[in-house]
């Protein structure tokens, strides 16, 4: 399985980016896939995650309201869609697959060792 993560950029404060990540070599439609980012000198943190089926999302509180995840399984790729973005968004994101097929756990979606493939990452770049 690979991912591949693209879209990153810079951009100014209240600006929008979307990010992209491409999955090859596994059933994509079968998984939930979750985004990551990693600032500098900090640990990697959940964003957001989609389900496998019925496409259920779920957020953490500091993007919610301003990201939208969303997965098209005919192009196997799963998107991030960042609106009013602002300094503290800056981070390397991260694409991940969740670790299961056909799951979704409410306890255990926004941790990181919940997913087991990575992708690259992208960086994010929000300037003020």
């Known amino acids: 399985v690979q991912l591949q993560a693209s879209g990153g950029g810079l951009v100014q404060s209240g600006g929008s980016l979307r990010l992209s990540c491409a999955a090859s070599?596994?059933?994509?439609?079968?998984?939930?896939m979750g985004w990551f980012r990693q600032a500098p000198g900090k640990e990697r943190e959940f964003v957001a995650s989609i389900s496998w089926s019925y496409g259920r999302t779920y957020y953490a509180d500091s993007v919610k309201g301003r990201f939208t995840i969303s997965r098209d399984n005919a192009k196997n790729t799963v998107y991030l869609q960042m609106n009013s973005l602002k300094p503290e968004d800056t981070a390397v994101y991260y694409c991940a697959r969740y670790r299961s097929a056909t799951a979704w756990v409410t306890l255990d979606r926004a941790r990181a060792s919940s997913y087991d493939y990575w992708g690259q990452g992208t960086q994010v770049t929000v300037s003020s």
């Open positions: 070599g596994g059933a994509f439609s079968s998984y939930s």
